[in-house]
């Protein structure tokens, strides 16, 4: 089992619509998690970290963990075409070097 | 702004030959981290240090090394390039816990080994 999975997609979804990106990982130790963005050729870019159980909301991007089903996800609201990208989840374990693991990766389209 | 920089988007190589990939982070940041990126496999991490002189080994450290003579730099070296190992390279820098929260990374360096 891998140590953090997501499905690679991709997941086609039409302008407007809500997008929904699911995470799960093995360590149950995982303290903190974190949603990067990776457009094409580019290198991926921090959206959102949560820490607690339940729903963080930042715009239209909600993070949703719950540490009893070692499951994270990320909600994007009103798609855009624009949101077409990669999105990476990644776990920060027990550990305390900041080393963070990560899944790989799904790949968004919003059609417009 | 933070800003992480590698040294070069595109290198090609040559099998055998010796490859130096360099970072440099202009953030004070104890942590840095060399991953490559590969289709299907995601980021999968290779080395990281947490202060100069000190390093450990990620997942697939074979065929690399790393030198971090100066906070700042974080160097990756294939010591004899092979053609498996045509990938993109990102390099990340982070503050160490619990003020580290977010990674930040360079552009990448795309290398191909023929």
């Known amino acids: 089992q891998k140590e953090v999975e997501q499905n690679s997609g991709p997941l086609s979804v039409p302008e407007g619509a809500i997008a929904s990106l699911n995470c799960t990982y093995s360590d149950r130790g995982s303290q903190s998690f974190f949603w990067y963005r990776q457009y094409s050729g580019k290198s991926p870019e921090l959206i959102m970290f949560?820490?607690?159980?339940g729903d963080k909301e930042d715009g239209r991007f909600t993070a949703q963990l719950n540490k009893a089903s070692q499951y994270v996800s990320l909600l994007i609201r009103d798609s855009q075409p624009s949101d077409s990208a990669t999105y990476l989840c990644a776990v920060k374990g027990s550990s305390n070097t900041g080393k963070l693991i990560f899944g790989q990766g799904t790949t968004l389209q919003v059609k417009p | 702004d933070v800003k992480v920089t590698q040294s070069s988007r595109y290198l090609v190589k040559r099998t055998g030959e010796k490859v130096f990939l360099e970072c440099v982070q202009d953030?004070?940041?104890?942590?840095m981290f060399w991953y490559r990126q590969d289709p299907g496999l995601g980021l999968r991490l290779i080395y990281f240090?947490?202060?100069?002189?000190?390093?450990e080994k990620g997942d697939i450290p074979e065929g690399y090394s790393v030198s971090r003579e100066k906070k700042e730099r974080f160097s990756l070296i294939l010591e004899s390039a092979s053609t498996n190992q045509t990938s993109m390279y990102l390099c990340?820098?982070?503050?160490?816990?619990?003020?580290?929260?977010?990674?930040?990374f360079g552009p990448g360096t795309r290398l191909t080994v023929l």
């Open positions: 990340a820098s982070t503050r160490p816990p619990p003020q580290g929260l977010e990674q930040f």
């Open positions: 953030m004070d940041h104890e942590n």
């Open positions: 240090s947490y202060d100069v002189k000190m390093k």
């Open positions: 949560i820490y607690s159980n």
